[in-house]
């Protein structure tokens, strides 16, 4: 299952860049006890030498309206960057 906080971003703004992590839930990271409700105990997804898309599309359509292949910036801490174009998000809505 994904958490994700809400994130609000305004329709042809280039300027956030998103950040996250991929964990596995299943895995417990080191130094802790596996918790299902507590994603700071999920072990990181390792993605060195792999690529990450992060693709965007309106809530209730099939249809992909930009896909960004993110940076990895640690590939051992499976963490990642997007950086948004100005044709991201072409309208406003969720």
């Known amino acids: 299952m ?4 809400t994130i609000k971003l305004v329709t042809g703004d280039t300027s956030p860049e998103l950040n996250f992590s991929l964990k596995d839930s299943n895995t417990a990271a080191s130094g802790y006890t596996l918790d299902e409700e507590n994603s ?23 249809s992909i309206t930009e896909t960004i292949t993110c ?11 997007a950086v948004f174009s100005t044709s991201a998000f072409p309208s406003a809505g969720t």
């Open 2 to 5: 994904a958490y994700a906080s």
């Open 40 to 62: 700071d105990s999920w072990a990181p997804v390792p993605i060195t030498g792999g690529s990450v898309k992060l693709r965007i599309r309106e809530i209730g359509s099939s």
């Open 71 to 81: 940076t990895i910036t640690s590939g051992s801490g499976g963490t990642c960057a």
